[in-house]
């Protein structure tokens, strides 16, 4: 790379593989924030009560494993400005 870009002598750091990792983690937290949104702004105090959200259709379709992933991210300190804030 450092050759076709005429830059001798240069470190790159970071690679394609930490990038996807963190991507995939980042698009899983969205996942569960969305999920949970209804419960963060107070509506209901179980996401799966709320009659339209997904949290219920997920928590009965995705394969278990899967749904404990995307539960198990930590959402209370994510900061994403919506309209209601």
Known sequence: MNQLDG???RKVWCSYLDKESHLR???LCEAELRSQHPVKHR???DARAYRWCSAEWFF???DEPFYRTISSFKIDRVNVCDDFD
């Open 7 to 9: 830059m001798a002598g």
């Open 43 to 45: 509506g209901v105090t």
């Open 60 to 62: 009965r379709e995705a």
């Open 25 to 27: 983690k980042v698009v």
